[in-house]
């Protein structure tokens, strides 16, 4: 009796729920012209929620939504780009500390022209999920993949390998710095440095990050949190964070973003504290609109001498254009 499309596909981050008709024995609505983008939606039923059964696309962690890509220029990031010019993604098994030492699987991306002997270990980049995602949601529903091979095709990526693990079930810090880092470090050709090694993530995964930059600063030199949100402890050291980290970027949706206070409570926390970073206020709510361009905006500034002393508690408006998402 009650049947809606409900996604992501109005202008300006909204998320409408559009009416279907029936007609005869079919529930048909006309949508669009929709901007170039990546999109997902699905079906409500009588409220509930069901997946377009004739759309192959799937997202694993998200059964019941269906994604579609809209093609053109302001979509190209987000787009496949030319067979044999992306970087590889393979996936990755390495013991966990979670339920007594079990394997567990995360993905990897190499750049193009990945060299395993190459003289220079690669930086390293880990990019966690959200809360009930798991390690697939990057790259199924927030266009990692793309979003990296287009960057490095324009020249605008430092060569990196990027990690996507599985945050569930642990205490991350621990699982990152003692099962999962010391893996990647036996697998591949990468650097031990701690200032060539990045750690982000959305909502549940910038939670994560923040624990374990607050404890852990001087193993890193670049973190992300994106729609994330927390105090500073007591027991951080602000001058070791400072001195740690080329750039500390914080990222959120606007107003309808339900973190958007809490965030705005972690930028007043690092402010007060006297931590040095970046603040970028997009447009769109708790979703991957956000976060994707989040990527979008931080991938690039990594392991690049565009950091540090240009971005000391600045915000988006204060960046010089071509620097931040919404310039």
Not at 111 to 122: E, K, S
Not at 187 to 209: F, I, K, M, Q
Not at 283 to 303: E, K, S
């Amino acid at each position: 009796t009650d049947v809606t499309v409900w996604g992501n596909f109005n202008p300006g981050g909204s998320w409408p729920r559009v009416p279907m008709e029936k007609v005869g024995d079919r529930w048909r609505v006309t949508i669009g012209p929709v901007d170039p983008w990546f999109y997902y939606y699905r079906i409500m039923v009588n409220g509930v929620g069901f997946k377009d059964t004739s759309n192959p696309g799937t997202m694993t962690t998200e059964t019941t939504w269906s994604p579609f890509l809209v093609p053109g220029e302001a979509a190209r990031l987000v787009t496949d780009v030319p067979e044999g010019e992306g970087g590889n993604l393979e996936e990755f098994t390495f013991a966990s500390s979670a339920a007594g030492g079990t394997q567990r699987t995360a993905l990897v991306w190499t750049p193009p022209g990945y060299d395993p002997d190459r003289a220079q270990g690669y930086p390293v980049f880990f990019l966690q999920h959200g809360g009930g995602q798991s390690y697939t949601d990057w790259t199924d529903v927030g266009r990692a993949r793309q979003i990296l091979d287009n960057h490095h095709r324009d020249n605008n990526l430092a060569d990196m390998v990027v990690v996507m693990a599985n945050g569930n079930g642990v205490n991350f810090p621990n699982e990152l710095r003692n099962f999962l880092r010391p893996a990647i470090q036996d697998a591949y050709n990468v650097s031990e440095r701690p200032a060539d090694y990045a750690l982000a993530g959305l909502s549940l995964g910038a939670g994560h990050t923040f624990s374990t930059i607050m404890a852990f600063p001087q193993e890193f030199g670049y973190a992300g949190m994106f729609s994330g949100f927390g105090s500073v402890p007591a027991s951080a050291d602000p001058d070791l964070i400072n001195e740690s980290l080329r750039l500390f970027y914080v990222g959120t949706g606007d107003i309808t973003d339900f973190t958007f206070n809490a965030t705005m409570s972690l930028r007043n926390s690092l402010l007060n504290r006297g931590v040095n970073h970046e603040f970028h206020i997009g447009i769109g709510p708790h979703g991957w609109d956000t976060w994707q361009r989040n990527l979008i905006d931080f991938a690039p500034r990594l392991f690049s001498p565009w950091t540090k002393d240009d971005c000391k508690n600045s915000s988006w408006q204060d960046f010089p254009a071509g620097h931040g998402f919404l310039n």
